[in-house]
């Protein structure tokens, strides 16, 4: 029996992949392992038995993502911390000087497009949402900025709901493991879904995006510290501590 075709790929292509089913199965694997390597980063509330979260505050998720665009984590969460404490829901944050939200996120990059953008958000979520964060997709694209990655993120970490956030580093990793062969975040989203069950889809992006910081860095992968033993792009053998 031929191979099955891999989703997203021609059928030229598919005579040198591995079957869908053994991808998954690699897929699973490589996520079970980053799960263990991982665990001292598993977030407070979220239940590793039935994956179940118990939510961050989905406004506050939708902002401090939006802050954190090329911005480094530290200074996503000052700037933050320092919005939420004065703004905390659309309703404060829309009634806010663009002068004071300014100042408040100022150690974020391009934080004089952001001030103007967060307001706006919080103006259209009280207006045209009642005051609460939509939890489908389609409604959060509507919001003023949010493109998917950002609408993904609200749906995982605000709500619990099942998504695939792709950042730079879940694309990177994707494409050094061979689980996606792609150019584009997109494209990786749409793969990754069909790569990953949909009850993984919430461990996806926490735990590459950690691997990504920690281990499988742009530069320098640091691959005698990763115990993804079938991983194609290894430069280095693994070496147990
Ligand atoms: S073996 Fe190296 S390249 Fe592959 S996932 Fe691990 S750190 Fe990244």
Redesign the pocket.
Known sequence: MPARRRPGTSGRQSARIEPLAALRHRALSALDALKVLHAHTQRPGRDPATHEDAGEDPFQVLISTVLSQRTRDEMTAVAARALFAEFPDPGSLSSATLGRVRRLIRPVGFYNEKAKRVREIAKKILSEFDGRVPDNLDNLLTLPGVGRKTANCVLVFGFGIPAIPVDTHVHR?SN??GLVRTKKPEETETMLAQVFPKDRWLDVNELLVT?GRE??RPIG???E??P?EV??????P?QQQ
């Not at 991983?231 to 280095?236: I, L, Q």
């Open positions: 990793i050094r493991l691997h281990i499988c992968p640091r691959c510290k990763c993804l991983c194609p792009s290894r430069r280095r693994f």
